[in-house]
């Protein structure tokens, strides 16, 4: 009997397989903790995404920083997707999966010259500007490179995206992007320097995000400045409508069909004549991958239950960094009562917490349970903290796992010290 959890991650007989592999299988064969993802299911939730919007000429860029490994690029890159990326290394990363440079857009408050002049002369198809200041900056690295600079500016339509306030990204307070007031003025004064050339319009208001109508009070705003540059014979090309679209972080709840947020975006997209980019990271990614990790130790309280677990905030920052919801199930499935329990990391901290207060069936030591909605955001921002090395990746593909990203080892934490 087949239960699905995710599209390709599934109970069998009430045994967790992932595409094919018993997710016990796996952490004997790789170890614990580990990042599993599924071919199949980076396949599926893509396809889902990137359909919604086959009507019109567009380009899915891939949010790099949601899952950045070079083999999940190259599985996303045959079917056709591009990258979103903020830094060299993510640039880096895109190009080594073969992704087309002309598929390649490069957003970041933050973005130094030096990162600039890579992207340049690599030619991606454009910068996504947050500022004056970088305007003129990537002008000066264009001149003397002697390539002009395809570029774009991202604007903050001011549209709260009804998500937790760290990932929010379009509100006034927030340091992305540029106002919607300054960007004529802005676009003007692109026009006139010799080494940029104006094609396109960026936007992306936060992540996570479960209400599609937010989207498209963001993209009116956007369209009516279109507009107006259209007016003032600025023709922009591209319509870069970010990303955002969440996921269920509750299997039980379904996900928000991509078709949802096409309807809110298409039809404005299409009146302005312009190509649409997306940049979906965690729509495509989140629910591709989990995190199996086993028990070390059970530590019972009056009142109390601890699952000491050999995964912790370095290896999966999300839930001590924003309070975020994973769903944890069992390896293998067993009818047991449940218990409220914390489940818990090894690190010295006491946020260290992978779930807390959570009602689950009675675990025992030794057990491996699978964190899920892992594929995003989850190995992107592990880290060495407690000179833990950091976990190993593999990919299931048609019920056979690659590893894909080695465990580091005690010599490599130590490695760059000399
Ligand atoms: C500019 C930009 N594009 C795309 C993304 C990807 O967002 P998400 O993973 O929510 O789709 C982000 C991250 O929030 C971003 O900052
Ligand atoms: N890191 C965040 C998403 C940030 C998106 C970047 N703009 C998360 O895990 O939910």
Request: charged content about 25%; aromatic content about 8%; glycine content about 8%.
């Amino acid at each position: 009997m087949v239960e699905e959890i995710y599209p390709h991650i599934y109970y069998q007989n009430g045994i967790l397989e992932i595409e094919g592999v018993k997710a016990e299988k796996l952490a004997e064969e790789f170890g614990t903790p580990l990042y599993v993802y599924s071919r199949k299911a980076l396949e599926y939730w893509f396809s889902e995404f990137d359909g919604a919007f086959k009507e019109l000429p567009h380009i899915t860029c891939f949010a790099v920083k949601s899952c950045s490994n070079v083999h999940v690029l190259k599985v996303l890159k045959e079917l056709g997707a591009g990258a979103d990326t903020v830094s060299v290394g993510e640039i880096f990363r895109a190009l080594n999966a073969g992704i087309d440079p002309k598929k390649i857009v490069f957003a970041g408050v933050g973005k130094r010259p030096d990162e600039i002049e890579y992207a340049l002369e690599k030619g991606i198809l454009m910068f996504n500007v947050e500022s004056e200041s970088e305007l003129y900056t990537i002008n000066r690295v264009a001149e003397n490179l002697g390539k002009v600079a395809p570029i774009a500016f991202r604007v903050n339509p001011e549209v709260d995206p009804k998500t937790h306030p760290y990932i929010s990204t379009g509100l006034k307070e927030s340091k992305f992007g540029v106002t919607l007031e300054e960007a004529v003025d802005l676009y003007r004064k692109a026009r006139e320097l010799k080494w940029l050339n104006p094609i396109g319009i960026h936007f992306h208001i936060g992540s996570q995000i479960t209400e599609p109508s937010v989207f498209k009070e963001a993209a009116v705003k956007v369209a009516n400045l279109v507009k107006e540059l259209h007016s003032l014979g600025i023709e922009i090309e591209f319509f870069d409508a970010g990303g955002g679209l969440g996921i269920n972080y509750n299997p039980a709840e379904p996900p928000i069909p991509a078709t949802e947020l096409a309807k809110q975006i298409v039809p404005i997209v299409k009146e302005l004549g312009c190509k649409l980019i997306l940049e979906p990271g965690r729509r495509i990614s989140g629910n591709a991958g989990v995190l199996l990790t086993r028990i070390i130790y059970k530590k019972e309280r009056e009142n109390k239950l601890f699952y000491i677990v050999d995964a912790g905030m370095n290896d999966l920052a999300r839930p001590s960094l924003y309070g975020a919801y994973h769903h944890i199930i069992p390896a293998t499935l067993k009818v047991s009562p449940t218990k409220t329990a914390d489940v818990v990391g090894p690190i010295c901290e006491t946020g260290d917490i992978l779930a807390k207060d959570r009602e689950l069936p009675l675990l025992e030591e030794g057990e491996i349970i699978a964190i899920l909605s892992a594929g995003a955001y989850g190995f992107t921002m592990a880290s060495n903290y407690n000179s833990r090395p950091r976990p190993a990746e593999v990919l299931v593909e048609n019920g056979k796992p690659r590893l894909i990203r080695q465990r580091e080892t005690l010599a490599d934490l130590i490695a760059r010290e000399f």
